[in-house]
């Protein structure tokens, strides 16, 4: 067994050890808006229940290990100290990840990311409409855990309003946990779903994923992607050039064959078959090749 002094060590490698050993970690989805009213929304897996009476949920946006800045849910909470938590499930769970993107101030991550904005009842965030439990809630206190890159801030949030879709509940009334089907975080790319197991979600590009707001509506609108393969469609830097997609058709005789055809529907299933094996920038070429 090796034995480790945390001082000893640089802080993104003792980072690495304690998000690989403790968990898996709840998802707070933190809605938030700035002074100005502009959303942002950012996933935090520093997160728990901590008090039934009264119901208080903590959550901790660190400062950045490689520049010791914070980020605009902690100066939102700061400013306006009002917070919507929305909980994860496997069915948002590439989109949330998106929305980790560090988009510029002022960039709108239900956009990227392409989840629904709604309006919450006591509170000026919105709530993620896509989420199966929204906690809008009311900041109480702020404590900041230390001064440089790596530290937390406990945001203590106390829960005004609760909002849950009936479709996670049992015949009793109760939520169901292979319904709700929450996900959680452990270490490096790694998931874990409650109802099934281990699972990788590759992390969000250090650049810019386009976002789910750069891709076609023939493709959003289509019944064949969910939210999930969206959000791998958003997660990518920069769309196949017409050259990578010639050649790439021109390859693959299947394809070319599926984009004979005038069904777009066919062609977004040809699409569906590699994003299901996470060759998103394939998947993109076949979308692409069809407009």
């Known amino acids: 067994m090796i034995s480790i002094d945390p001082k000893s060590i640089a802080t993104a490698k003792l980072q690495g050890y304690l998000q690989a050993a403790v968990g898996p970690r709840p998802i707070a989805f933190a809605s938030t808006v700035d002074e100005k009213g502009n959303p942002n929304l950012s996933p935090f897996s520093f997160f728990n229940v901590f008090s039934a009476n009264p119901p208080i949920l903590v959550f901790s946006p660190s400062r950045r290990v490689r520049d010791n800045s914070i980020k605009h849910t902690l100066i939102n909470c700061e400013s306006t100290k009002e917070v919507v938590i929305n909980v994860v499930n496997f069915d948002i769970v590439q989109q949330t990840s998106l929305a980790s993107t560090e988009y510029a101030e002022g960039v709108n991550e239900f956009l990227k990311a392409g989840l629904t904005a709604i309006a919450s009842d006591v509170v000026k965030p919105f709530r993620v409409k896509e989420s199966p439990v929204q906690f ?6 702020i404590i900041p855990l230390g001064t440089e890159g790596g530290a937390g801030n406990l945001i203590l949030c106390e829960v005004l309003k609760i909002h849950i879709d009936e479709a996670i509940l049992d015949e009793n009334g109760v939520i169901d946990q292979h319904k709700i089907d929450l996900v959680s975080r452990l270490g490096g790319n790694w998931y874990s779903r409650s109802n099934q197991g ?17 891709i076609p509506n023939h493709v959003k609108e289509s019944v064949v992607f969910d939210g999930n393969d969206l959000g791998k469609l958003g997660n990518i830097e920069a769309l196949p050039t017409i050259e990578e997609v010639s050649i790439f058709v ?42």
């Open 250 to 291: 021109k390859q693959n005789f299947s394809v070319k064959g599926v984009l004979s055809s005038d069904d777009k529907e066919k062609v977004h299933l040809e699409a569906k078959k590699y994003l299901d094996n996470d060759d998103v920038f394939s998947a993109w070429k076949v979308l692409l090749a069809k407009k």
């Open 198 to 214: 281990l699972f990788e979600v590759p992390k969000p590009l250090v650049t810019l994923g386009i976002g789910v707001d750069a």
């Open 136 to 141: 809008e809630c009311k900041v109480n206190q």
